[in-house]
C-alpha cells in the first residue's frame, strides 16, 4: 500500500510537472506593436514573418501584433511593408515575448532573408555565399514564357532556351545536372540531361526565387556543383486571414492566355491553400522568320497544401500536378518564300512517307502542337515538419515524385511516342537545428534520393535505370562582433544500376539475349560514386552598411545516365553517343569574393570568382584509322545509324569571372530608381584542341539597365504606380565550341551556310524594354492591379547565342541561317486581389 501511494505520489508530480511544462509552452507568444518612425503613429497591414516555422502575423488598424502558439527558441524575425524599410533581427521567444518595432520610410526594401543552403533563415547580407533573389512583386512586373525565363536576366543566371516554352537554367557557365533545382522545399527530381528537358514548375506558383551561386553541394549533395535554383512557394497566411487572387495575362505577340486562381486560409493553426492555372500560348513571332512554326504549347498546373501549426511545431502536406504539351521547331522551310514547314504524312503520298508542307495560317496560330511534340507530366507529393526539440528543432521533410516525358516525333505514328522516359523518386532529408549557443549554432543529417527510370518508347538512347544516394553533412555558424563565420563538410554515397537491354537491329523492339538480329544495345552494370564537399567563409561588416565576404567551397556531381550509359543516337542531334560507366566524380573548387554596400541611398555589389573543375565530363568527337570522323552504322536499318560517334570523356575545366550589381534609390528623389547589373564568365577545357576548347553554352557578357519611375499615389484611385524603360545588351561571345557543327550534322557538303554559321561568333544586339503599372483603389480597398510589359520595343531582329535554334537550316529568301528569337511582345496583366477574412470590410 505504501509503495502504491509512492508511486501514485510519484506519477502525480510528474503530471503536474507535464501540465506545468505544457502551460508554459502554451503561453510562448510574440506580440508587440509596429509603429511609423517618423510620425510614431500605428502601422497596419504589417507582416511579422518568422521563416523558420512557417507562422506570421499582420498589425491591425493600431499596428499591434501577436503570434501564438510558438516553439520556444532563437529565430530570425522579418518585419515589413511596402514603402518602410524591412526590420530583420534574431531573437530569443520564451514565454510571452514583446517586441515593439519602428520602421522608417523607404521606397525599397533593403534587407532580404534568404533560406537557401544555409542552417536557418539567414539576413542575406550575412551569408558567405553568392546569392541573388527574385520577389513576387518583381515577377509581376515583367513578362517571361517559363518558369525559367523568369530569371534568365539576373546577375550571373541565364538560360539555354528551346523555343518558348522550354528554357534550361545556367549558373555562370553551368547547366544540365551541375544546377540543381529544389521545389516546394525538395530537390527536382526529373531527367534533367538533355537539352530538351526543362523544369517542370509552374511560375505562378512560384512566391519567390532565390539563386545560390556556386558549389552548393554541402547542403544538397550530388548536382549542385554550379548552384541552385530554389522555387519558393507562399507562406501560410496569418491567423484568421482567408485570401486570394485571380491572375489574367495575355501577350501580343504568342497569343500567350493565362488565367490562375488561388485561394489561401488559416484557422486555429489549420492552414490551406490551393491554386489552379492554365497557360497557352500559339507560335512567337519574329521581324525575319515571320510565325516560328511548332513554338506553341500549353502548360496546367494544380496545387494544394494542407498544414497543422502547434506549440510543438508544424507539419503539412503539398501535392501538385504540372502538364506541359509542347511543340518541338525543326527550322524546316520552304525554300522560295522562307516560310516554315509542317512535316506530315498521307497514306495516299509518296507512299505514307513524312513531307512536308506549307501552313495555312490557322495553322500558324494555332494552339494545339504539331508532330514533333512533347508531353511532360510531374506528379509530387510533400511532406514537411518542424518539431520542437528543447530550444532545437528537427526538420524532417520527405517527398514523392512521379515524372513522365514523351515525345512524338515520326508523323506515319503521330500518336505514338517514340520517346517515353518514366521515373518514380523519393527524396528524404532529416537534420537538426540546435538552438543559440552565444554567437554559435550548428545543422547536422542526412539527405539524399532515390530515383527508378523506365523507358516505355519505341527508341532509347538510355538504359532503364536506377540510383540511391545518402550523404550525411554537418554546418556550422559563428558570429563573432561584426564577423559571421560559416562552415561544414559532406559525405555522399551515390549507387548507379544500368539494366541490361537488347534490342532487334531492324525494329529497334525489346528482345531477349542471344535472340536473331539481337544487337545487345546496353551492356548491364553498376557503379559506385562518392563525394567530399566542403565550405568556409565569412562575412564582415565595416561598417553597418558596407561589407565584405569570402568563402571557398567544394562541390561534386556524378556522371548522369547519359555519360554513364548512351548507347545510340541523340535525338535532337545527329550523333550516336557512347557513355562510360567508368567515369568519375567532377569535383569543384570554387573561390568567391565579394563587396558590397547596402545603405539608404545605394545598393552596390561585386562578386567574384574562380571555378576549377576536375575531371569534368564532355562530349568528345572519336577519329577513325585514317583521322576521319567515325562513323557508326549499326542502326542504319532504322534509319538512324550514319552518324558521328561521341564518347563522353573527361578533362579539367575553369570557368572565372563575375557580377556587378548597381541599385540608386535616392531618398531626397523617391520618384527615381536606377537599377543595374553587369554578368561576365569566361573559360572552358584545358589541354584540349581548340574545336573543343570553350563549352558550348557559356553565355557573353551582359548589361542590363533599368530607369523606374515609382509613383505612391495619384488621386484617389490610383496608388503605387510606376514607369519603367530598360535595357538589354548582350555582347559578341567569339568563344564558341567549334565542333558544335559535328554534333549537330553540319557539314561543308550538305549544309555549308549551317557549317559556316556554326564557326562563326554569334553577334551581339541591345533591346529596349518598357512598363506601367499601378494598384487600383476603392474606399481605401485594393481593387486590382494593372501591369504592362512591352519587351522587345523596337521589334529587334536578334539571335541568342544560349538559343539552340541559332544553327537551324539556312532560310534561302535572307542568307541567314538559324530561327530568331522572339520579336515586341507586350504583356497585359490583371490581378484581382480577394480577401475573405472576418475582420475585412
Known sequence: MKQIRVAAKHILLFSLCLMTHFFAEAQVSLAGKITDGKNHSGLAGVLINIPDLNMSASSDSLGHYQIKNIPRGYYLVEVGITGYTTRIEKIVIKGKTVKNYELDPAPTVLKEVIVTGVTAATDKQKAPVSITTMSFAELLQSSSTNVIDAIAKAPGVSAMTDGQSISKPVIRGLGYNRVLTVNDGVEQVDQAWFDEFGIEADAEAVNKYEILKGPASLAYGSDAIAGVINLIPEQPLPEGQIKGDILFNYQTNNGLINNMFHLAGTKNGLAWSARIDHTMAHAYQDPVDGYVLNSQFSNFNADATVGLHRKWGYSQVHASYFEMQTGIVDGTRDSL???????VAYPDLNGGAPTYEIPTHQEQTSYTPFVINQRIRHTKFVWDNSIALGDGRIKAIFSYQKNQRQENNDPTIPNTSDI?????????DLRYVSAQMGGFNFSGGVNGVYQSSQSLGTLMLIPNYNFFEIGAFAIANERIGKLNLSGGIRYDERTFNGIDHWVDSTTQAPVVPNAPNGFHEFQGFTSHFNGMSFSFGGTYDLTKSVFIKANIAQGWRAPNVAECAANGVHDGTVVYEIGDPTLKPETSLEEDIAFGVNAKDLDFEIDLFNNSIHDFIYARGLKNAMGADS???????????AAPVYKYSQGQAQLYGGEISFYVHPSAISWVQLNSTFSYVTGGLQHVPDSTKYLPFVPPARITADLKFPVNLLGRTIKNAYLKAGVLSCFEQ?????????????????????YEASKEATKGYTLVNIGAGSDIISRGKTVCKVYIICNNLFNTTYMDYMSRFKYYPVNYTTGRVGVFNMGRNVSFKLLIPLDFSPDHK
Not at 631 to 641: D, E, K, T, V
Not at 734 to 754: M, S, V
Open 631 to 641: 562513323i557508326n552504322n549499326s542502326l542504319n536499318a532504322a534509319g538512324l545509324g
Open 337 to 343: 518564300s522562307g516560310v516554315m514547314e509542317r512535316q
Open 420 to 428: 517515353y522516359y518514366s521515373s518514380n523518386a523519393a527524396t528524404y
Open 734 to 754: 567569339e568563344d564558341i565550341y567549334r565542333q558544335y557543327a559535328i554534333y549537330n550534322g553540319l557539314n561543308t557538303a550538305l549544309t555549308p551556310h549551317e
